[in-house]
């Protein structure tokens, strides 16, 4: 139990484009999601506390404008990189939390590259 | 705010060899520790976490840690790796008084060499 989906997997897109990514608990209603960002060889830094209703919470130095994040349901949030740039390439990977457990479950992740 | 430190970039290890991965953590207030393994390219999956109760705590695949609040320390061991062992290893700390904000640390590149 306690799978978190993200689509797509991997995303290539152009200068000046919007990408939106999904993360879903496939098995479970998540409260909160988190919304994370990992650069080659570094550790995971988190963007954004995404609760089911409310404004997502984004942390300091994040561009709330350019990083959208909509949490729709109980089972799905979606982060929407604006206007994405070369810089904006990264590995973008969702969490969910269980009602209950302290713990975090973590998508597979989604490489974007923006060319 | 907690902290996480793991000294170890790198680690590179002989198969069947034991290994510890180091995490030292810093927080003012009472913690909850996890360990979290990545795969080339994948998410996170928890290895173990602490939570309360005994200071030693059992994972899956065969790793586990010890918790230890005078070092405040979180180390992860394993008697005996295997090839497939090898991955990112992220140590992590969480407020336990209900925020649930996880910070990780830098991440120890676990080396298995045959």
């Known amino acids: 139990g306690a799978v978190v989906s993200q689509h797509p997997s991997w995303v290539i897109c152009k200068s000046g484009t919007s990408v939106k990514i999904e993360c879903r608990s496939l098995d479970f209603q998540a409260t909160t999601m988190f919304w994370y960002r990992q650069f080659p060889k570094q550790s995971l830094m988190l963007m954004a506390t995404s609760n089911e209703g409310s404004k997502a919470t984004y942390e300091q130095g994040v561009e709330k404008d350019k990083f959208l994040i909509n949490h729709a349901s109980l089972t799905l949030s979606t982060l929407t990189v604006t206007s994405a740039h070369p810089e904006d390439s990264s590995f973008y990977i969702c969490s969910a939390t269980h009602p209950g457990l302290w713990e975090q479950y973590f998508g597979p992740g989604t490489r974007l590259t923006v060319t | 705010a907690q902290s996480v430190t793991q000294l170890d970039s790198q680690v590179p290890v002989f198969e069947e060899a034991p290994v510890e991965l180091r995490c030292n953590y810093s927080s003012s207030v009472s913690v909850y520790l996890f360990w979290y393994v990545q795969y080339p390219n994948q998410g996170l999956q928890l290895l173990l976490k602490?939570?309360?109760?005994?200071?030693l705590v059992k994972g899956i695949n065969g790793f586990e840690a010890e918790f230890n609040k005078s070092q405040t320390s979180f180390h992860l061991r394993k008697p005996s790796v295997h090839i497939s062992d090898t991955a990112e290893y992220f140590c992590?700390?969480?407020?336990?008084?209900?925020?649930?904000?996880?910070?990780f640390g830098t991440g120890t590149k676990l080396q298995v060499i045959p």
């Open positions: 602490y939570l309360s109760g005994s200071t």
């Open positions: 992590a700390v969480t407020d336990s008084g209900g925020y649930q904000k996880v910070t």
